[in-house]
């Protein structure tokens, strides 16, 4: 089975491999390729984070001719407590509805989503936070903002488990 990855983040890549690899005992061939999410580059709700998501999938279903595609999208939520750090994943096959999961959510501090408001994206706001580069490829803000109890790519691999197992699902109901 070949799974497309749309993305070449290393967080993403290693969260896909890692909740396929726990859940299906079949030989699998990922192919990862720099896909675009068609909505901002700093989604601030649900329904873009989702179709950002769905988009990634899409686009990297046809480029690498796989049979699944995967994508995975960061965004944020703004509600009456603040704004939220959240995750959306989308899974995509031909001629069948997207397969969509969500993750863990965190409060952001107010001077993180402050600069969002005013319109910068996290991963260059996260980066200057911790005087750091690569952020996004690593720990994340989840990583940074939960002292490392659950990084990046932990809650995104969460989120392909939820993804997988749907599929998973839907396989044995046709």
Known sequence: ?????????????A??????????KEEIQYES???ESGVSEQPF?????????????????????????????GGVVQTGYGLFLCNWGALVEK???????GGARILLPDSIAKRLAEGEELGPVMDDYCQSEGIRHHEGAMGIFTNGAVNRDEM?????KLLVGQWEFRRTES
């Open 1 to 13: 089975m070949i799974v497309g990855i749309g993305t070449k983040n290393k967080a993403k890549i």
């Open 156 to 160: 995104f691999k969460h989120t392909v």
């Open 95 to 101: 001629g069948k509805h997207p397969i969509i999961a």
């Open 45 to 73: 709700s649900d329904e873009e984070t989702i179709q950002g998501a769905i988009n990634r999938a899409a686009a990297v279903l046809e480029m690498s001719g796989g049979h699944i595609g995967i994508g995975l999208e």
């Open 33 to 35: 390729f720099k896909t």
């Open 15 to 24: 969260a896909v491999q890692g909740g396929f690899s726990e859940l299906l």
